[in-house]
């Protein structure tokens, strides 16, 4: 008894308190009547596709994310970073390697990174009953399975590693190491995954849109009111590219000139909100007076570490209240989109950040409402080349596909 006290007061548990749950890892999952299935099950004879350890295994880019550390690129960041073994450190596989028991972190990203450790749902969640589907739902959920049916607990899933928090961090220390910058947009980024569960109505996806983006103003100002007191200015919160580019004498930036910011003062990464902006004019306009008073604080303080603070916690308090609207509120994205397309010359002046979160927008909105699909493809070329980028061709390529 003594020892086995010692034991929990070792692993940092109290009395009382459930141990936390194990990780089975992907293998687990993929037996052929669960979700092993060779090719993708008819709608009538399944509730789920039955394939999604296929695809995970062969589309799906997390299950490469264990061994994309030990390439070139991974390799190059380790070195740079005096990291030994980045299959190992907690700077990379707070992100990397995450859903498997040890012996399988080859598995990089697994199922329960995002559906949650298994053990104690695997087996209630795998054996057949008469219970209505949303109570089986929520009694696994209770056993640990992340609810990724709600969509802020899904955008917070997605962007603990794909924006960051304390824990999982990517800051302009690892981006200069050679690691890629975190842009993320959920509908966009379930569609690139590819998708392996059954498509959602069109209404839900416009939710998971709004949704997603308000959870990453809500995170991004959480990322900027931890940097500001410690570690200001932390370049991963600004506009890459306004450091990033080439002086030339007809300069965008000096014929656009700088607003209500001092000339020459920091930029913010934009992307955070632009998009956000123009949702709440069409769908939240109640809300639009105190966030565009925020946002102006925030723009016009970068420089100071604590008003910067301050007016990103403001912020973030939107964000949260926009939040919990859109979980429960159908978005117009038509209205939507006619803002952005209405603003598009000043997201564009913000620079190549703001302009892909606007792409990823249309593209997004446009698939929930069965646009065709290639519409944006030019918009995806165009920002290949941050280097010749310029707002007005920007803005007018974006005028054409979204028409
Ligand atoms: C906050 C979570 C997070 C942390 C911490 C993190 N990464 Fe990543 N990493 C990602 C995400 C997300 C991507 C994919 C980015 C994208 O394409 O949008 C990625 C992509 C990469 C890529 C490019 C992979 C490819 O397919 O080209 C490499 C290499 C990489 N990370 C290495 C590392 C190394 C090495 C570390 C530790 C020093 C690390 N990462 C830490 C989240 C993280
Ligand atoms: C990167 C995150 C992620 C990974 C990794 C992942 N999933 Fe998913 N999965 C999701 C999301 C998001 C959904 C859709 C949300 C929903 O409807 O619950 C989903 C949906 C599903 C569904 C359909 C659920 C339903 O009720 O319709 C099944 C089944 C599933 N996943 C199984 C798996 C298996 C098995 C693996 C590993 C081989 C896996 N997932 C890996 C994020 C992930
Ligand atoms: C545990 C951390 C983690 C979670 C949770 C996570 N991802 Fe990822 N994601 C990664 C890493 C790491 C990579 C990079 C893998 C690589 O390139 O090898 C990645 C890559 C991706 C890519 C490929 C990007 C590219 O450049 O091609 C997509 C798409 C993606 N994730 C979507 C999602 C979505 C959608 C969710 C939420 C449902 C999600 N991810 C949740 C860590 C995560
Ligand atoms: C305030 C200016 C500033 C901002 C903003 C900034 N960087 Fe940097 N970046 C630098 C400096 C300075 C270096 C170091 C250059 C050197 O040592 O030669 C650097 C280095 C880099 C490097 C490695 C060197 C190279 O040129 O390839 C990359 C990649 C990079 N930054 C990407 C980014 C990305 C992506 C963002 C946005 C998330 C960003 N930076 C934001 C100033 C900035």
Redesign the pocket.
């Known amino acids: 008894m003594r020892r086995a006290l010692i034991l929990l007061a070792a692993a940092g548990l109290g009395y009382g308190q459930p141990a936390p749950t194990a990780y089975i890892g992907a293998g687990g999952c993929n037996s052929s009547n669960c979700h092993g299935a060779a090719a993708e099950l008819a709608p009538a004879d399944s509730r789920i596709k039955g394939n999604e350890y296929a695809t995970w295994a062969s589309a799906d880019?997390h299950a490469?994310?264990y061994r994309?550390?030990a390439?070139a690129?991974?390799?190059r960041?380790?070195e740079i970073?005096k990291?030994a073994d980045?299959g190992h450190?907690k700077?990379?596989?707070?992100?990397?390697v995450v859903g498997s028991p040890e012996r399988s972190i080859s598995d990089g990203v697994a199922c329960e990174a995002c559906h949650g450790p298994a053990e104690k749902w695997l087996g209630p969640h795998a054996v057949k009953n008469d219970k209505p589907q949303e109570v089986r739902h929520s009694e696994n959920v209770a056993g640990g399975m992340i609810d990724t049916k709600n969509l802020q607990v899904r955008a917070d899933t997605c962007l603990?590693?794909?924006?960051?928090?304390a824990d999982?961090?990517?800051d302009h220390e690892?981006i200069a190491?050679?690691?890629?910058?975190?842009?993320?947009e959920m509908e966009t980024?379930t569609e690139a995954q590819p998708a392996h569960h059954r498509q959602k109505p069109a209404a839900m996806r416009l939710r998971a849109w709004a949704v997603g983006e308000t959870v990453a103003l809500t995170k991004a100002m959480g990322l900027i009111a931890m940097h500001a007191p410690r570690n200001w200015p932390e370049f991963s919160d600004m506009e890459c590219y306004q450091c990033h580019h080439d002086l030339r004498s007809d300069s965008w930036r000096i014929a656009r000139g700088y607003g209500s910011r001092k000339p020459g003062s920091l930029q913010l990464n934009s992307s955070r909100f632009e998009v956000v902006k123009a949702l709440v004019a069409a769908s939240a306009p109640e809300e639009r007076g105190a966030l565009d008073a925020a946002l102006a604080r925030l723009a016009a303080n970068t420089m100071d570490a604590g008003a910067t603070a301050q007016a990103a916690g403001a912020v973030e308090a939107i964000a949260r209240r926009l939040t919990a609207r859109f979980q429960t509120t159908d978005v117009d994205a038509a209205a939507v989109l006619r803002t952005v397309a209405a603003n598009i010359q000043k997201i564009a002046d913000d620079g190549v950040n703001a302009a892909e979160q606007a792409t990823m927008t249309l593209d997004a909105l446009g698939a929930a409402m069965g646009r065709n699909p290639d519409a944006t493809k030019p918009l995806y070329d165009y920002l290949e080349h941050p280097s010749s980028y310029r707002p007005s061709e920007f803005a007018s390529l974006y005028q054409k596909a979204a028409m």
């Open positions: 880019k490469r994310a994309v550390l390439e690129r991974g390799k960041m380790a970073l990291i980045a450190d700077r990379c596989v707070n992100c990397h603990k590693c794909h924006l960051g928090d999982h961090v990517v690892l190491a050679g690691h890629p910058d975190l842009a993320f980024f």
